[in-house]
């Protein structure tokens, strides 16, 4: 019972700093906090990223002409590389990722296994939607991009929605019916909706 004391007064403390800092956004209250400005890349990993992205070029072409083994091996693992660099500059939300299995409990091949997931679905999904919209311009460039803006839209109310669920399936535990705590047996629903949420925001997040 004193457990579940501490962490109805965390609940409501978390409630209170989100109230305090929608005040403090409100321009009828202060003035709006200044966008955070977004940290350029490092030149020594851009002059890499420049490098692979020649090298990466000249190994396509080579294959297209020679259809051989080596060229498309070698197309691959530069393929892999440039990722690598690319997924090491600026946003890409590894920091959400980072933070999320910071603040939980989870064994060793749960990260590496989302991790593996995320860059699965950045992979496939770019190459349906390069697929659909290639080779379009003007009116229809434009409503692909609006396409896209809808998509990222959706993954901001798909997490949205996974969070609210999540915090309803918390309170229930939180504030037992008649004196018992509830239990659906499904403990894990919360890390699953939060990592299937976090997976599908950074997906579109970092694709578009």
């Known amino acids: 019972m004193k457990k579940v004391g501490v962490r109805v007064r965390a609940c ?16 009828f209250f202060g003035g709006a906090p200044a966008r955070p400005r977004r940290q350029p890349t490092p030149e020594l990993l851009l002059r890499r990223y420049a ?11 080579q294959w297209s002409k020679t259809h051989s083994t080596r060229a498309w091996w070698i197309t691959v693992m530069l393929s892999f590389a440039y990722g690598v660099l690319h997924a ?4 890409h939300r590894k920091a959400a990722l980072f933070s999320f299995y910071l603040g939980r409990n989870a064994p060793v091949w749960e990260p590496a296994l989302t991790a593996a997931l995320l860059a699965a679905l950045h992979g496939a999904a770019s190459l349906l939607l390069l697929s659909a919209f290639r080779g379009v311009s003007g009116a229809i460039g434009a409503h692909s991009a609006r396409t896209m803006w809808y998509m ?8 949205t929605f996974l969070a609210l669920f999540s915090l309803v399936h918390e309170l229930m535990h939180l504030f037992p019916s008649g004196g018992r705590y509830f239990s659906c047996g499904c403990s894990a629903h919360t890390a699953v909706c939060m990592r299937t949420g976090t997976v599908a925001h950074m997906q579109w997040g970092t694709m578009l």
């Not at 409501?12 to 956004?25: D, E, N, R, S």
């Not at 490098?51 to 072409?61: C, E, F, P, S």
């Not at 090491?88 to 946003?91: A, V, W």
């Open 12 to 27: 409501i403390l978390c409630a209170l700093a989100a109230c305090a800092t929608g005040v403090l956004a409100n321009p």
């Open 51 to 61: 490098l692979v992205h020649q090298r990466l070029g000249a190994a396509i072409v």
């Open 88 to 91: 090491l500059g600026p946003g």
């Open 152 to 159: 990222e839209v959706g993954s901001y109310g798909l997490l």
